[in-house]
C-alpha cells in the first residue's frame, strides 16, 4: 500500500477534510479487535479498493471505481461518490456495537440537524434504511452511510483565540440541544455504569492497578451532583478530528461514542491533547467563553478535570486492552505488529499513570475492595 500513497494524498489534497482520518488507526480511539482489523484491511488491494466495502455499499449504490479506503478505528471508513456528490461509508463488526446502538446514534443525530444543528447526515439506502446488515466470509457488519460535511479539519497548531472561542461554542451550542433531548433518546445511550462494566470486563483479575483505579474513580465520580442542567447525552470525542471548519460555522461528526455523562467532562475529552490541561492558558479561556455564550457550565468545574481526566485515561486504556487480541504465533501483517506494538506501550503509559491504593484488593470478581 505504500507505493500508492501519492494517489491517496491526491484524494486528500482534494477533500481537506480527509486529512486527520488518513491513519490505518488512531491508537487513542481504538474499539474494535485487531483481529477484526486483520480480516477487514487484509480486503483493501493496492489501489486501496475493498470488494468488501463495494459489496456493503450495494444498497446505496456507488459509482463505479470511486470507492476508497481512509482509515480503520473505532469503525471503518472508507469514501466514494454516487452521481459525482462524495458520500463515506462507515462500518462495524455486529459484536463491536449493536443495531440499536447505532440506530439511537442517527436517531440523535436527525434530532440535532432539525434543530438547526450543523451535524454530519446519515443517508437512507435504496431500502429506505439508514442501517444495512451484511453477513460476509469476513464476519457480520452493521453499515451506513453518511453526507460530505463541508470545511476542513484544522490542526491544533493552526487554531487562533477565535477558533478556540468558536469552538468551545460549538459544543455549548451541542449540549445546550443535547439537555433537551427527548427522554426516549437519552435512555438509548449508556452511562458510566455501563462504562464502569466495560472497564472491568476489559480487564484481566491480575490488573490490580487498573481495577483499583476503576473504584477510585467510581468513587470520586458518585460524589458529583447530577442535575437535568449539568448531566445529559455528551458526544464524548469532540476533538478536531471529529470536527470541520468552515467561515460560518463548524460541523460536527462520529457521534457513535455518545453515552450519558456530566457535560463538564465533554469540555476535558475535547482538550485531552492538553494534558495536563491547563486552566490558565488564554486558549482554554477563549474557548469556555465561547462554550458559555451557548450553555451554561457548572461553578465548580475546574476541581473536578483531574476526574475526568482519570475516567477518559482508564477508559481509552480498558479500549486499548480489550482490541488486543492477536497472538505472536499468528500469521500477522507488519504494519499489525507494529500497530500492536506501539498499543502496548500506550497502555503501559497508561498503567504508569494510575496511582497505587496499599489498601485496594481485587477479588475474583474484578471488584476492587
Known amino acids: 500500500m505504500i507505493l500508492h500513497l501519492a494517489f491517496v494524498f491526491a484524494i486528500i489534497n482534494r477533500y481537506p477534510c480527509l486529512l486527520s482520518n488518513f491513519t490505518i488507526i488512531k491508537g487513542r480511539f481504538i474499539l474494535m479487535h485487531l483481529s477484526t482489523m486483520k480480516k477487514v484491511v487484509g480486503t483493501v488491494n493496492s489501489e486501496w479498493k475493498s470488494n468488501l466495502a463495494e459489496k456493503l455499499l450495494e444498497?446505496?449504490?456507488?459509482?463505479h471505481g470511486s470507492v476508497y479506503y481512509i482509515r480503520a478505528s473505532a469503525n471503518f471508513i472508507?469514501?466514494?461518490?454516487?452521481?459525482?456528490i462524495r458520500y463515506y461509508l462507515r462500518f462495524n463488526e455486529s459484536s463491536e456495537r449493536t443495531e440499536q446502538e447505532i440506530k439511537s446514534e442517527l436517531k440523535i443525530l436527525i434530532y440535532l440537524r432539525n434543530q438547526g444543528v450543523s451535524s454530519v447526515n446519515p443517508v437512507k439506502s435504496n431500502n429506505r434504511n439508514y442501517v444495512e446488515f451484511f453477513e460476509t466470509e469476513?464476519?457480520?457488519?452493521?453499515a451506513v452511510v453518511f453526507e460530505a460535511m463541508p470545511g476542513r479539519t484544522p490542526d491544533l497548531e493552526e487554531l487562533t483565540s477565535h477558533d478556540f472561542w468558536r469552538w468551545g461554542r460549538a459544543l455549548g451550542k451541542l449540549h445546550k440541544h443535547m439537555a433537551q433531548l427527548p427522554k426516549e433518546y437519552v435512555y438509548d445511550r449508556k452511562g458510566p455504569e455501563e462504562a464502569y462494566t466495560f472497564i472491568r470486563q476489559s480487564l484481566g483479575i491480575e490488573d490490580t492497578l487498573g481495577l483499583c483505579e476503576l473504584e477510585k474513580i467510581k468513587q470520586?465520580?458518585?460524589?458529583?451532583?447530577?442535575?437535568?442542567?449539568?448531566f445529559g447525552c455528551i458526544h464524548f470525542d469532540f476533538e478536531l478530528d471529529n470536527l470541520a471548519f468552515?467561515?460560518?460555522?463548524?460541523?460536527?461528526?462520529?457521534f457513535d461514542d455518545c453515552m450519558n455523562f456530566w457535560f463538564a467532562g465533554d469540555i476535558v475529552f475535547a482538550?485531552?491533547?492538553f494534558n495536563p490541561l491547563d486552566t490558565s492558558s488564554p486558549f482554554f479561556t477563549q474557548f469556555l467563553e465561547g462554550y458559555q455564550s451557548e450553555f451554561n457550565l457548572e461553578p465548580d468545574f475546574l476541581h473536578h478535570i483531574k476526574t475526568y481526566q482519570r475516567f477518559h485515561d482508564l477508559f481509552t486504556y480498558a479500549r486499548i486492552i480489550r482490541s488486543l487480541d492477536i497472538t505472536d504465533d499468528q500469521e500477522n501483517p507488519e504494519w499489525l505488529i507494529n500497530l500492536q506494538n506501539k498499543l502496548l506501550?500506550?497502555?503501559?503509559?497508561?498503567?504508569?499513570?494510575f496511582k497505587k491504593y496499599e489498601s485496594c484488593t481485587v477479588d475474583s470478581n474484578r471488584s476492587c475492595y
Open 59 to 63: 444498497p446505496w449504490g456507488f459509482d
Open 78 to 84: 472508507f469514501t466514494f461518490k454516487k452521481q459525482g
Open 138 to 142: 469476513y464476519g457480520r457488519f452493521y
Open 220 to 230: 470520586d465520580l458518585a460524589e458529583l451532583v447530577i442535575t437535568e442542567q449539568n
Open 246 to 254: 468552515t467561515d460560518a460555522d463548524i460541523w460536527m461528526m462520529d
Open 271 to 273: 482538550l485531552r491533547d
Open 345 to 353: 506501550i500506550k497502555a503501559d503509559q497508561y498503567r504508569a499513570s
